[in-house]
């Protein structure tokens, strides 16, 4: 379980960490308008735009890595499968961040991927 709770906590901070690179973009872009950041992001192109989407989806993903981990946490389903397929989730979404950023559609699509199909994973272990 610790695995688990290890991963759940690394992928909770991944948003934030994402939120890294919108901040450069937006200090680019005549510096960080902490009274209007939204509207200044939706001006961003390019890298500034990737490193949004790619912030705002690490939120979205961490919704289903979360529900799954504490699913199988709550019905006492933990196993070595869980662990690994945690571990690989958090790899791959590590992995979408930077090649989103890094303008690798593809790649990124594959990160993705196996990341959706780890947290699925993960859940599937309460059966």
């Known amino acids: ?6 991963c ?3 992928a909770m901070l991944l948003p934030y960490m994402a939120k890294g690179p919108v901040a450069v973009a937006m200090a680019k872009l005549g510096g960080y308008d902490n009274s209007h950041p939204r509207e200044q992001q939706s001006k961003l192109t390019g890298f500034g735009a990737r490193a949004v989407a790619g912030h705002q989806n690490a939120f979205e993903s961490l919704l289903i890595f ?3 981990v504490l699913v199988v946490i709550a ?3 933990v ?3 869980a662990e ?8 791959a979404r590590m992995a979408y961040q930077v090649l989103y950023l890094k303008d690798k ?7 993705w ?3 959706i199909i780890a947290s699925f994973t993960v859940f599937c272990q309460a059966f």
């Open 84 to 91: 690994v397929a945690a571990i690989v989730h958090v790899i």
């Open 105 to 111: 559609g593809t790649l990124r699509s594959l990160s």
């Open 75 to 77: 019905a006492g389903k």
């Open 113 to 115: 991927f196996v990341a």
């Open 1 to 6: 379980m610790t695995t688990l709770l290890i």
């Open 79 to 81: 196993n070595m499968v």
């Open 66 to 68: 979360g529900l799954a």
């Open 8 to 10: 759940l906590m690394i």
